[in-house]
C-alpha cells in the first residue's frame, strides 16, 4: 500500500496566486492518469477524431494520458514512467477499482493511500490540482459479493477528505452511471465500459464527464 508523508498536508493544498497566474498564462495543461478505463477512454479518444483532445480546445487546453491496465495505488506511485510529468495545471485521477478487490485490505486505507499520492503529486511540483474520480461499480457476477459496499464506502471516504482539502484536491462524481439497476453501460466482463464500437454511449459520458471535471476547474480558478 502507497504511503508518503504528503498525506499529512492534504487538508492544507490552498489554491495560490501563483496556480492562477500559471493556468490563465497560456494552455491549461492536463495529464489524464489511472488504470484501464483511462487506457480506454485514451484509445477511445486517439481512435476517434471528433474526440480529440476530449473535445477542449487545443489553443486553451493541452491534453495528455498516463495509463496501464490493472494498476493499483501503489504500483501507479512507484511507476516512474507513468509519473514522470512536471508542471501540469489538472490531473485527472481515475484509480482505486483494482485495490477494492483485496478485500483483505481495508478501505479507509485505500483512501488514504490515494488522497496521499494526489497529495505528493501536488507538494512535488508534478502537478497544480488534482481531480479524483468516483470509483464504479462492478457487476456482482463477476466480483466479490462485497465489493460494491466497499466501492461506496471509497467514494465517501475520498468525497470527505478531498472536501476539507482547501480546493487543490476535488472528488468528481461520474453522473449518469448509477441509476442503471442492470448496470448495462458495462460490457460482458462485467467491470469496463462497454466497447465503444458496439455501444459508444457509455465511454461518451464518462469522457464527458472528465471534460466537465476539467472545465470545472479550469473555470474556477481562471480569472474571466
Not at 504511503?3 to 492536463?30: E, F, R
Not at 481495508?106 to 490515494?114: C, E, R, S, T, W
Amino acid at each position: 500500500m502507497y504511503k508518503h508523508n504528503a498525506a499529512s498536508c492534504c487538508v492544507h493544498l490552498k489554491i495560490d496566486a501563483w496556480t492562477i497566474t500559471n493556468m490563465a498564462a497560456g494552455q491549461v495543461k492536463v495529464v489524464i492518469l489511472g488504470h484501464s478505463f483511462i487506457r480506454r477512454l485514451r484509445d477511445f479518444v486517439f481512435s476517434t477524431p471528433d474526440y480529440g483532445n476530449l473535445w477542449l480546445f487545443s489553443s486553451q487546453f493541452s491534453v495528455k494520458f498516463r495509463a496501464r491496465g490493472g494498476l493499483t495505488i501503489g504500483q501507479l506511485a512507484s511507476s516512474s514512467n507513468l509519473v514522470n510529468f512536471v508542471g501540469e495545471d489538472i490531473c485527472f485521477l481515475q484509480i482505486g477499482s483494482n485495490d477494492l478487490c483485496n478485500v483483505s485490505l481495508p478501505v479507509k486505507d485505500i483512501a488514504n493511500a490515494i488522497t496521499s499520492f494526489a497529495s505528493f503529486l501536488i507538494v512535488s511540483g508534478k502537478v497544480n490540482i488534482v481531480i479524483i474520480g468516483q470509483v464504479f461499480f462492478r457487476s456482482p457476477h463477476v466480483t466479490d459479493p462485497r465489493y460494491n459496499n466497499r466501492v461506496i464506502e471509497l467514494n465517501m471516504l475520498l468525497e470527505s477528505i478531498c472536501g476539507n482539502s482547501d480546493l487543490r484536491l476535488k472528488f468528481w462524481h461520474h453522473h449518469g452511471f448509477w441509476n442503471d439497476q442492470n448496470m448495462s453501460h458495462l460490457s460482458p466482463d462485467g467491470v469496463h465500459l462497454q466497447n465503444p464500437t458496439e455501444n459508444p454511449r457509455p465511454m461518451q459520458k464518462y469522457a464527458q464527464s472528465i471534460k466537465s471535471a476539467i472545465l470545472h476547474c479550469a473555470h474556477t480558478f481562471m480569472p474571466r
